[in-house]
């Protein structure tokens, strides 16, 4: 079966009439990138092309509601691109849910957020709120100034205790804050150590991507908690 032909079933099995059926089927093929392979077989597709084309049957019969499981999977970096572009279309029009293990695309197309862990919900409600749970102890300092003067200040700020972790490479610093702390009072503490050293600070980031650590620290905590209630209910019985 072409892929026409496999859309032209599932319009007829929402009793689309034939004049509604072909101009929507070539519209649907168009907005999804197939219609080069319009003609060839289905079952020849490769995963993001199936994808693809799963994309264009759930848009048959015009709904207000799509649920999308992993619409980008299997797709090429353009593949993707244009999927993500047709994505955002859509959610001015329509209510979309999406299911993703790819963070960087609910990022960038989502402004609310569930998140399952062992099939529980752990977390529900606006992308904001999702990132705000992030914690921000885990940073990096371009630095410049004499290397000897750098390698002094790290070993002076080695003795903080809210400092977790220093690693220093070349002039590149990575720090890690203890949880809990006042992240404001130690990066403050870390410029004036800086400062006394004359060493000039060329940029400061916290690491890593918001959403995929927001979710990694929910369900790190969850996680915990269930270690937790296990070895409670061990020890109780």
């Not at 093929?29 to 219609?35: E, K, N, P, S």
């Not at 999977?73 to 047709?86: N, Q």
């Amino acid at each position: 079966m072409t892929p026409i032909g496999y859309l032209d079933y599932v319009a007829r099995l929402f009793g689309l009439p034939r004049q509604i059926r072909k101009p929507r089927l070539a519209s649907l093929i168009r907005a999804v990138d197939l219609l080069a392979y319009s003609g060839d077989f289905v079952d020849s597709f490769s995963p993001g092309m199936t994808a693809r084309l799963a994309v264009a049957a759930s848009l048959i019969n015009e709904p207000d509601l799509l649920i999308w499981d992993e619409p980008t999977h299997g797709l090429d970096i353009e593949a993707r691109r244009s999927m993500l572009d047709l994505i955002k279309r859509l959610a001015h029009q329509k209510t979309m849910i999406l299911s993703s293990h790819h963070l960087s695309d609910v990022d960038e197309v989502c402004n609310h957020a569930a998140v399952l862990s062992q099939g529980q919900m752990i977390f529900q409600g606006s992308l904001q709120d999702l990132k705000g749970r992030i914690r921000k102890n885990h940073y990096e300092i371009d630095l410049e100034g004499e290397q000897k003067a750098i390698t002094k200040a790290v070993q002076q700020l080695k003795g903080a205790t809210d400092i977790k972790h220093l690693l220093l490479r070349q002039r590149r610093l990575e720090i890690k804050l203890n949880e809990e702390v006042l992240n404001s009072g130690v990066l403050a503490h870390t410029l004036q150590v800086l400062s006394e050293n004359k060493i000039a600070v060329v940029s400061i980031r916290s690491v890593g991507q918001q959403t995929e650590q927001a979710y990694l620290d929910l369900v790190e905590k969850e996680e915990s908690r269930g270690f937790a209630r296990l070895f409670t209910t061990a020890e109780a019985a």
